[in-house]
DNA sequence: AACTTGACGAGGG
DNA sequence: CCCCTCGCCAAGT
């Protein structure tokens, strides 16, 4: 079956991140295998590049709990400024603890003795 | 149709 | 921790 076919690409990838809880995170790659079929982190990238619309585009980050915003016409800071807001704690390398902050669609959450293996590094 | 570019990710050095 | 390589796939030239 092909997601794509009713809705576009773009609007599956806008719907879950809409559903990101405020404080909380999903990585590119994770979003990416919820949305199973032809999507990989970096479609995801592509799309999300082009959410001027009403998606917390600041709640997706990469796999290393990092902001990747590197060449973007915002600010650089602004997203990981934004998570802060909500209440993500980045250390002194601009990373945030994926464990304590990502989030996980109904579903997909991991089991208990896979926790970390599939969704985080 | 071929080639290049990314808001990516895993693996290796 | 940093850097590089490769696989990935939509879009723009």
Same mark, same amino acid.
């Not at 079956?1 to 719907?15: G, L, S």
């Not at 796999?63 to 002194?92: D, H, M, W, Y």
């Given at each position: 079956? $092909? ?11 806008? #719907?879950i991140v809409?559903?990101i809880?405020?404080?909380?995170v999903m990585t590119?790659?994770q979003l990416?295998?919820? +949305? ?14 082009? =959410?001027? #619309? ?5 709640r997706v980050?990469? =796999?290393?709990?990092?902001? !990747? ?7 650089? $800071? +602004? @997203?990981?400024? +934004?998570? #802060? ?5 980045? $250390? !002194? =390398?601009?990373?945030?603890? +994926?464990?304590?902050?990502q989030w ?9 003795? #896979? @926790?970390? !293996?599939?969704? @985080?590094?």
């Open positions: 079956m $092909n997601i794509v076919n009713d809705r576009t690409y773009r609007e599956c990838v806008y #719907e809409r559903q809880p405020v404080g909380k590119y790659g990416a295998i919820v +949305l199973g079929e032809g999507y990989t982190a970096r479609t995801v990238g592509y799309v999300m590049h082009g =959410s001027d #619309e009403d998606v917390p585009w600041q980050i990469n =796999s290393q709990g990092k902001c !990747s915003t590197g060449r973007l016409t915002i600010p650089l $800071n +602004l @997203q990981q400024e +934004l998570l #802060e807001a909500e209440g993500v704690v980045f $250390n !002194s =390398s601009g990373k945030c603890d +994926l464990a304590k902050f996980f669609p109904d579903g997909f959450e991991p089991k208990e003795d #896979e @926790q970390v !293996s599939l969704f @985080q590094q």
